[in-house]
């Protein structure tokens, strides 16, 4: 094999390459620009793009300006005014400084700058894929306008990569916000195609800018933080425990008035939240932290999003301890356990705890009233009418059988639930007080047995305690079988597996017949049945209209993200459109989610769209959101029938696992309860 030889490259292959590592997206090309906009001291600024920027960006400031015999070596690899020696890399104040983004901009587009000094004559440059053609004078007021066209006209291979107009927009709009937020004291304004999306006061005050960025709704959930840890200063404002994001897109960081991604940073801060915030849910800030600039490095990637600390610990304990303490002290409650006698039932609304079949029956039961509240009709707490109060002699053995409770409808769209058929009746008893046997029912379809029930004459139904019919009795032999908690299987025999109860409202405690216990998360369980029919359904899930449409305030860039996927998520069950400033109006959601999470669940479908690589991936990332936001949440009441399908889907193998790979029960077996005891 022939070994290549090694040849220097060309000026201009080597200007491509050097710009596709600054030059990611027209957000990329808007970040450096304005970045040297706000060194030159510009006090407004102003950039407009068309087309997502691809066509047309322009940036204008009132900087300082650029002298006129300086404009073609600003454009030169390595040329900039911010250092001057190796030892300015260690106590770096500026945003930008390596001297590489006006190089890599030209070298991959047409650019147009005019400048001009305080008291100078203004200049103009062209510049055609980094060559510069000759410097001119120009009448321009004070400060710098440029204007890249056609952004990656000479590299096809990187063009084709651009995302959608609607989606590089999108990434503009965002980094416009943190660039607004960080320097409140600098006016910016935003347009797209003609447009006026965003427009800063530039008054100075951070709550000023938060408003105009970032939205009124959030701005009135914010609380502001002021500390100091050290040598670090932190400030600026956090979310309210009770206003938690469905995601972390709207942590905002600063240092030294640079926006960066910090996981250290994230970690702080959500440190402060413990015990503070529900499961499930993040807090928003936007926190500016100011440190000496020798105690961070900056010049650690190219895009100079990512920073390391010199001593990391210190800056860590000042973002957690002033959280914590400013959230004591602004009086917010913390978290308690609450007290068993005020646990609110999250499920208790009407309109959620009742399907149309039991309030007929509740109708019917309360003298054409409908009662309140199924639960507290069926509950254990009021005394069930015994037959022997009530003039009519009991048999013996006779036992009252609990009305069967609802099934949740979500529970049953899931499972097409069918309630079973042999259930325990009353036995029939002869005058002189012996039982007697009951023939065995033949099985009936769906169909038959109701048309059976029609046929029945109401003189043959027994009545029950609450006024309703029994179903048709079964054998003796077969109920039998059947212990308390235990579930018949239609052949009549019992299942190899006991429900014994629940614990936490949140675990279902099973007892099988090798006698082991079982665990079961019913969230998870819950959670992989919902996903596994979402999954398996060719049909788009079952939609509910909101009486009310719901315009759910997002950040700009998932807002774009969800409105360029519409007819994926009009696949899933939702109806969205643009309601304009970030804001999606939801007209109508899947049948199985709650209204309260539509907002929590747009955000993290936002984030799954983001992070899903092809469309099946993004489909199932988008299939576990929703089935989780639908599933039964730790912590609610459920009802004996709702845990009992669980129950049989999970202990007969149908469910393993959570869609996010996690378990859904755990088995304890006897040996090891007899060793927790020393009994073995």
């Keep these: 094999m022939t070994m290549p030889h090694i040849q220097q490259l ?23 620009l304005v970045e040297n906009a706000v060194d030159a001291g510009a006090s407004a600024v102003a950039v407009e793009i068309q087309n997502g920027g691809m066509r047309l960006l322009r940036v204008t400031d009132d900087g300082c ?35 590489e983004a006006l190089a890599a901009i030209a070298a991959v587009s047409r650019v147009d700058i005019s400048t001009c000094r305080l008291g100078q004559t203004g200049a103009s440059l062209h510049l055609e894929g980094g060559v510069p053609e000759e410097v001119r004078a120009a009448g321009v007021p004070e400060g710098t306008a440029i204007c890249v066209r056609d952004l990656f006209y000479n590299t096809p291979a990187r063009l084709k990569f651009m995302k959608k107009d609607s989606a590089e927009t999108a990434a503009v709009n965002g980094l416009m916000q943190h660039l607004a ?8 304004k935003f347009i797209k195609d003609g447009v006026e999306a965003l427009h800063t006061p530039g008054d100075g005050k951070l709550e000023s800018a938060v408003y105009a960025a970032l939205g009124r709704d959030f701005a009135r959930t914010l609380t502001p933080v002021e500390g100091r840890g050290g040598e670090v200063t932190v400030s600026g404002f956090v979310t309210k425990p009770l206003c938690g994001r469905g995601s972390r897109g709207m942590q905002t960081f600063f240092v030294n008035g640079r926006f960066i991604k910090s996981q250290l940073l994230t970690a702080a801060l959500e440190e402060g939240y413990r015990n503070q915030l529900m499961k499930g849910k993040f807090p928003g800030c936007v926190v500016k932290l100011d440190l000496p600039v020798t105690a961070v490095d900056v010049n650690v990637h190219p895009a100079k999003t990512t920073v390391k600390f010199a001593r990391e610990r210190e800056v860590f304990d000042a973002v957690y301890h002033t959280v914590l303490d400013s959230l004591a002290a602004d009086g917010l409650p913390q978290a308690e356990a609450p007290k068993p006698d005020t646990v609110k039932n999250p499920r208790q609304d009407f309109y959620q705890t009742m399907d149309a079949r039991s309030f007929r029956h509740s109708a019917q039961a309360g003298g054409g009233k409908p009662q309140a509240d199924w639960r507290s009709a069926s509950s254990s707490a009021a005394p069930a009418r015994n037959p022997a109060q009530e003039g009519t002699a009991a048999p013996a053995g006779w036992k009252t059988e609990r009305p069967a409770l609802r099934v949740a409808d979500s529970v049953r769209q899931t499972f097409a639930y069918t309630p079973s058929r042999t259930v325990q009746v009353s036995p029939q008893i002869s005058a002189s007080g012996k039982l007697l046997r009951t023939e065995e029912p033949k099985s009936l379809r769906p169909a038959e047995a109701d048309r059976s029930a029609e046929e029945t004459p109401a003189s043959a139904e027994t009545p029950s305690p609450e006024g309703r019919p029994f179903a048709p009795a079964i054998p003796m032999e077969q109920a039998s079988l059947a212990l308390p908690g235990e579930r018949v299987t239609k052949t009549g025999r019992a299942a190899p597996w006991r429900i014994a109860g629940e614990v936490l409202k949140t675990y279902i405690v099973c007892e099988d017949e090798d006698q082991n216990v079982w665990l079961i998360d019913k969230h998870a369980a819950h959670e992989r049945v919902n996903f596994d029919r979402l999954m398996a359904s060719a049909q788009p899930p079952m939609r509910q209209t909101l009486l009310r449409p719901v315009a759910a305030e997002l950040s700009r860039e998932d807002c774009a993200l969800l409105l360029e996927s519409l007819p994926l998520l009009d696949s899933l069950g939702f109806t969205c459109e643009d309601f304009g400033d970030g804001a999606i109006l939801v007209r109508e959601v899947p049948a199985d989610l709650d209204a309260s999470d539509i907002a929590a669940t747009l955000e993290e479908l ?18 576990h959101t929703i089935a989780c936001k639908a599933a039964i949440k730790a912590g609610w009441d459920s009802d004996e029938s709702e845990l009992r399908v669980l129950v049989d889907k999970v202990q007969s193998g149908e469910i393993q696992y959570c869609p996010h790979g996690r378990p859904v029960k755990a088995k304890l077996s006897k040996y090891e309860l007899e060793k927790m005891f020393k009994r073995a």
């Design 10 to 32: 060309d000026s201009h292959v080597a200007d491509l390459i050097a710009a596709g590592e600054v030059v990611e997206r027209p957000a990329s090309v808007v970040k450096e």
């Design 65 to 99: 300006g650029i002298a006129p015999e300086e404009l073609p070596t600003a454009f030169l690899r390595h040329a900039t005014s911010k250092l001057r020696c190796a030892e300015d890399l260690g106590k770096i104040g500026t945003l930008g400084f390596r001297g």
């Design 181 to 188: 937020l960080s320097h409140p004291e600098i006016s910016f």
């Design 606 to 623: 936002a984030e799954n769209l983001r992070i899903g690589r092809s469309p099946t991936e993004k489909r199932q990332n988008l299939l």
